[in-house]
């Protein structure tokens, strides 16, 4: 196969399954949704292989070049992200319908239907990573979000109801900032292509504005301090295996198109000030996000806020403009990624088993539960930013790249950022291994399957794995560095 | 631009900001319904004003129309259901509100500014899309653009579509409001004179959409309101979302273009670069297969997966 066709395959596929999946009678969609991710997963590490050996890859759909037509274009950082969404995407594949079959709570159409909304995230998650033209990102984000939203309401409590709703009407205004910020750019430019917007753009009112309108509209989107409370209630009352979606993937894919909007377009009308903002919005959340995170008593509202936090370092890479802190910033949405999903998977394990998910109730539970809270340690490893894992790896990079520059409140932030996640994720671990547990089966108790455990300690050992193996995606990244980098 | 314009223009703008104002702040749900109906059709006029007849047809069938039916279907069942939510909570604090003001009045003065500072005339891409109307499949500039230039574009907006009945269907089925209108005589004789009309008018609509403004989306919500008043009149009934074939028929608009552009990769031309010779031919397949998509897509979101009557049975 063509490589370009692959960016084509890695979008039109998962479009086509989510049709399929929503015809196919409720009986075939398990495997049905097993076999497609299987198929769509292998193209998108074929891809990043690809990227990897002949550097970028770019098609023209239908053969008309921008400006009138649209490019796709896969550079290292999609071929990262696309391989993040296919690695996550695997263990879920196994893990979900067992989720799904075991959860009461759930209606019993949230499995049916989770298969078709899932691929159609996918779809716009691969479409958000390659895209090439503002506007078919922006119809990337309308098919994430609403995606996303559906996909909050199979919880089908009403807390879950709620919180879909609420993302309902935030992710549109956020779509319509950015829509607003792209037609101004329109018509002051008449072209939508990244690159040739990035070439020919003025510092004028207009771009200063549409970058304003895009970049809240996109931070509402990534929930960005302060635009994170939507968050915590919709991805705590998610379904498990959604919220390992949502957390691990979702945030990340607006996030990835603010990079590139800021470091490939805008740049050279001068960031310095608002990047400054950004990042200590990011610092702020690192905090934020932390402190709530030690007050829930919820399991699942724990990992939620510390989704918040985790955010925060993201945005560093605004105000740390250099190579390292975006390499650092790439790896650290990798290893969040991966450790997250994992998390969210486990905890709602735990949920699952213990029949509650009050975080004092524990009492010693790990012993019941050896292999999920394994699982919850090693994720935890990857959060607090320990050697050898993915998360820590990332830090460093920033580390390196704030005391490089001589900035002390990001070295402060950055080290006290793994301290505050030690502060919220030893407390779950001092309840769940602390006391003995009685052996006999409580009312509500219930064993897992393989099925359940296995898909998400796979999850946290690639976390844990990506710390030994920073290389690769390294050198994926080295080849693609926006210009605007120091 | 002689003044008589002028003023009609300037009536249009005021009259439309009014509109939205006297929207939100209208004290009840229905009320503030039927004045964003107004708001739609007034919208309507305005993009006819601004040259854009293909948005203006689309505007008055979905921003107005449909939009309007699925607001009000929205309504009654709210009225059902027990749980009624208040209809509105006021913000609290004088502080919050003196920010919100704040906030949109900054808005407001970037938005103005930048304008302000638009180029005259705008820079835009028409001057590219005419000289090649030649290679497309569609004469109309619009259609080309829709389904041509940016095919790739409207492909996934159909997609969007799709998942908006999966995402709606997710939900759960709801009563399908229609008891107190089914049997009367006067809308059901009306809706017997109408409807050959409406699928004419939905066939002529795509036809002529490959050379001046029309096209799938006008025709698919002609399509769908001929629909909609079947099931008001009671003649005819909700189809049956669970079936798979119902299903299909709903997705076939994006199993065709999805097939087209997997088609012509396979055939080695690239995605949704059509054959030469073949391309009036596959964007005329493409926007029937829309046309059904979009009109049952709204019947689908109107009615629900499932009667709910049918349910219980």
């Given amino acids: 196969m063509n490589p370009a066709d692959l960016l084509v395959w890695l979008v039109l596929l998962p479009v ?56 796709l274009h896969a550079d290292g950082l999609s071929a990262l992200m696309l391989a993040l969404t296919a690695l996550v995407a695997l263990p879920l594949a196994a893990h979900a319908p067992a989720w799904f079959v075991r959860h009461e709570a759930a209606q019993s159409r949230a499995g049916a239907f989770f298969w078709p909304l899932w691929m159609f995230q996918w779809a716009a998650l691969n479409l958000l990573f390659l ?66 917007l990035g070439a020919q753009l003025e510092a004028d009112h207009a771009s200063r504005a549409a970058l304003l309108l895009i970049t809240l509209g996109l931070l509402i989107k990534t929930a960005l301090l302060p635009f994170h409370f ?188 793994s301290l505050l996640a030690a502060g919220y994720l030893f407390p779950l671990l001092r309840h769940a291994l602390a006391g003995t547990h009685d052996p006999r089966q409580r009312e509500g108790e219930r064993l897992l399957s393989r099925w359940l455990e296995f898909p998400p300690l796979l999850l946290a050992t690639l976390a844990l794995l990506l710390g030994l193996m920073a290389l690769l995606p390294m050198s994926l990244l080295s080849g693609g560095m926006p210009v605007s980098l120091r | 631009m002689s003044g008589v314009t002028l003023a009609l223009d300037l009536l249009l703008g005021l009259s439309l900001v009014w509109l939205a104002w006297r929207t939100l702040a209208s004290p009840t749900l229905f009320g503030a319904i039927v004045l964003f109906i107004a708001f739609g059709l007034l919208m309507a006029l305005v993009w006819a004003r601004l040259d854009a007849p293909d948005i203006a047809l689309a505007e008055a069938a979905v921003g107005a129309g449909l939009t309007g039916v699925l607001l009000l279907a929205a309504l009654a069942d709210l009225q059902q259901g027990d749980n009624l939510l208040p209809v509105r909570e006021p913000l609290r604090g004088w502080l919050l509100q003196l920010i919100l003001a704040l906030c949109a009045l900054g808005l407001f003065t970037l938005l103005t500014l930048a304008l ?48 908006a009945v999966v995402a709606a269907w997710s939900l759960g089925s709801h009563p399908h409001p229609n008891p107190r209108i089914v049997g009367s005589e006067v809308l059901q004789g009306l809706v017997r004179v109408l409807l050959p009309f409406a699928v004419l008018s939905a066939g002529y609509l795509v036809w002529r959409g490959g050379f001046a403004p029309g096209g799938a989306f006008q025709a698919g919500t002609v399509l769908a309101a001929a629909g909609i008043l079947l099931l008001l009149s009671g003649l005819g009934r909700p189809f049956n979302g669970r079936h798979w074939l119902w299903r299909a028929l709903l997705a076939s608009g994006l199993f065709i273009f999805t097939g087209v552009a997997l088609g012509t990769l396979l055939l080695g031309g690239g995605a949704l670069d059509y054959p030469a010779g073949l391309g009036y031919g596959l964007i005329l397949a493409i926007e029937l297969g829309l046309t059904l998509t979009i009109g049952l897509t709204f019947i689908a979101l109107y009615a629900g997966e499932q009667d709910a009557a049918e349910e219980r049975e």
């Fill in chain 1, 16 to 71: 086509l399954l989510a049709a399929l999946l929503f015809v196919a009678p409720e009986g075939w969609r398990t495997r049905l949704g097993q076999l497609g991710t299987l198929l769509c997963a292998s193209l998108a590490l074929l891809l990043a292989w690809q990227v990897l050996q002949h550097g970028p890859i770019s098609v023209a759909l239908g053969n008309w070049q921008p400006p009138l037509g649209i490019r």
């Fill in chain 2, 116 to 163: 302000l500072g638009l180029p005259s005339p705008p820079p835009s891409l028409a001057g590219q899309v005419l000289p090649r109307l030649d290679g497309a499949g569609a004469s109309h500039p619009v259609t080309a653009v829709l389904l041509d230039f940016r095919a790739w574009d409207t492909l996934l907006e159909i997609a969007v579509l799709l998942l």
């Fill in chain 1, 230 to 417: 939507w968050l915590p209630a919709a991805h705590a009352n998610a379904p498990a295996p959604v919220s390992a979606i949502l957390s691990g993937l979702v945030v990340k894919a607006s996030f990835v198109l603010l990079l590139r909007i800021w470091f490939e377009i805008f740049h050279p009308i001068g960031l310095g000030g608002a990047g400054e903002v950004l990042g200590a919005l990011g610092i702020a959340a690192i905090i934020w996000g932390s402190l709530q995170a030690m007050r829930q008593e919820r399991i699942k509202l724990l990992v939620a806020w510390s989704t918040v936090a985790q955010l925060g370092y993201l945005f560093l890479i605004f105000a740390l403009a250099v190579e390292l802190a975006w390499a650092g910033s790439v790896l650290h949405a990798l290893s969040h990624g991966l450790a997250k999903a994992a998390l969210f998977l486990a905890a709602g394990n735990i949920v699952l088993a213990l029949g509650h998910d009050q975080i004092h109730r524990l009492h010693g539970a790990a012993g019941k539960l050896p292999l999920t809270f394994f699982t919850v340690a090693l994720a935890g490893v990857s959060l607090m930013g320990l050697p050898p894992s993915g998360g820590f790896a990332a830090k460093w990079l920033m580390l390196q790249a704030a005391i490089d520059l001589g900035r002390w409140p990001y070295v402060v932030a950055i080290i006290g950022g």
């Fill in chain 1, 131 to 196: 895209a090439g033209d503002l506007f078919n990102a922006y119809v990337g984000l309308e098919l994430s979000g609403l995606a996303a939203v559906a996909l909050v309401a199979l919880g089908g409590q009403r807390a879950a109801l709620e919180a879909a709703l609420r993302y309902l009407l935030l992710a549109l205004f956020g779509s319509m900032l950015y829509l607003l910020g792209v037609a101004l750019l329109y018509g002051a430019g008449g072209v939508l292509d990244l690159t040739l």
